[in-house]
């Protein structure tokens, strides 16, 4: 397979996120750890990260991101894997009383 026909990891957001960011659709963006997914992000929907990660590049406490149905495990360096074909999904932690 060349760069041209390669397929991409797939990121959705959920519906609380684009409260913030209205702009926010699923993309196919490039990477092979969740930290080069969220930096490919952020040419698209410059300063997103900001939302999702701290100054220390940490997740920040109120998101959560999934590779498929999984919770990533790597939540200081964001260095889960990406397959080529997942769907990676970013969501606010919901919270309330």
Not at 36 to 43: I, T
Not at 74 to 96: N, R, T
Request: hydrophobic share 40%; net charge negative.
């Amino acid at each position: 397979m060349n760069d041209f026909t390669k397929v991409m990891p797939t990121v959705k957001f959920t519906y609380a996120l684009k409260r913030f960011y209205p702009d926010l659709k699923e993309v196919r963006v490039q990477g092979k750890t969740v930290a080069e997914v969220l930096k490919d992000l952020d040419k698209l929907y410059p300063k997103l990260s900001t939302y999702i990660v701290d100054d220390q590049g940490m997740l920040r406490k109120h998101v959560n991101i999934f590779i498929g149905n999984t919770l990533i495990e790597d939540k200081e360096s964001l260095g889960d894997m990406v397959d080529e074909e997942d769907e990676i999904f970013i969501m606010q932690a919901l919270s309330g009383g």
